[in-house]
């Protein structure tokens, strides 16, 4: 999934971490409204942690430049043996 996020036009290569402190590597796009999508991956194994969105400019009501506008952090992965179970 990062490499083939990192050839959509337009993306860039950010290095980050994500909202659970660990060390990242980001494939980002900046939309025509101003919001920067961020996917996020882990700096070696490239295993997707999460994402989040960020507003780069101040053309996006009602949100200030710098502000942090949405994310998520995928913290664990589980199979289980049917809908709605917890591992």
């Known amino acids: 999934m990062f490499e083939a996020a990192a050839t959509i036009p337009g993306t860039e290569v950010v290095r980050q971490a994500d909202?659970?402190?660990r060390a990242g590597v980001a494939?980002?796009?900046t939309?025509?409204?101003g919001?920067?999508?961020d996917l996020i991956f882990d700096a070696g194994s490239h295993r997707f942690l999460g994402e989040r969105?960020?507003?780069v400019t101040d053309r996006t009501p009602p949100y200030p430049k710098g502000a942090?506008?949405?994310w998520t952090a995928q913290l664990e992965v589980a199979i289980v043996d049917k809908a709605g179970q917890l591992p």
Do not use: Y
Request: hydrophobic content about 45%; glycine content about 12%.
């Open 19 to 21: 909202l659970a402190g």
């Open 27 to 29: 494939v980002s796009r």
């Open 31 to 33: 939309d025509d409204d």
């Open 35 to 37: 919001i920067r999508h």
């Open 53 to 55: 969105q960020v507003a």
């Open 68 to 70: 942090l506008i949405g």
